[in-house]
């Protein structure tokens, strides 16, 4: 069954957007274009899905899970990943870091899928943020350079970039 999406508030809890996404699922091994695309519909109109993010929905959806995981901020997140990557899942710096998160294969497992790639990133900041008393600019820090170096320049370009998605 379909949840009448006509009916739903403007405030979506976690809870609920779990029920949306468990029938979109069962929507689509059903093979049902007409109800996916309801659900999908539904989902951007709530704000769950934006389409000025420049990631699948399928991404977005690990985003927010991932944020939501380990305490990140949605906007946060995304200001991260547009700083490290620009949304380009196939990133390679010039140091070796990879995909979205841009995480150091000396460090992390190489050949993470986008999904993986970022619910690590955002584990490796929830772990910077408790290492830092949930200092975020430290944490942001720590996250680029290894460690708090004092240096806020990376930080700085993070929460600038998170602005225009919060």
């Not at 990631?55 to 906007?75: K, M, R, V, W």
């Amino acid at each position: 069954m379909v949840p009448d999406v006509s009916k739903m508030g403007p405030e979506m809890t976690p809870e609920s957007v779990q029920l949306v996404l468990e029938v979109a699922e069962e929507a689509q091994v059903s093979e049902n274009p007409m109800e996916a695309e309801l659900i999908e519909s539904a989902l951007v109109e709530q704000g769950y899905f934006r389409e000025d993010v420049p990631l699948s929905f399928e991404i977005q959806d690990a985003l927010h899970t991932a944020c939501d995981a380990n305490g990140i901020p949605y906007h946060v997140a995304l200001g991260l990943i547009e700083t490290e990557s620009d949304f380009n899942p196939d990133a390679l710096s010039t140091s070796g870091c990879y995909g979205l998160a841009q995480l150091n294969p000396e460090y992390f497992p190489s050949g993470l899928s986008p999904t993986e790639n970022i619910t690590t990133g955002m584990e490796f900041l929830a772990y910077q943020l408790d290492r830092y008393d949930g200092d975020m600019e430290a944490a942001l820090t720590a996250y680029n350079a290894g460690h708090d170096t004092g240096a806020r320049g990376y930080a700085t370009a993070v929460l600038e970039a998170s602005k225009k998605w919060s």
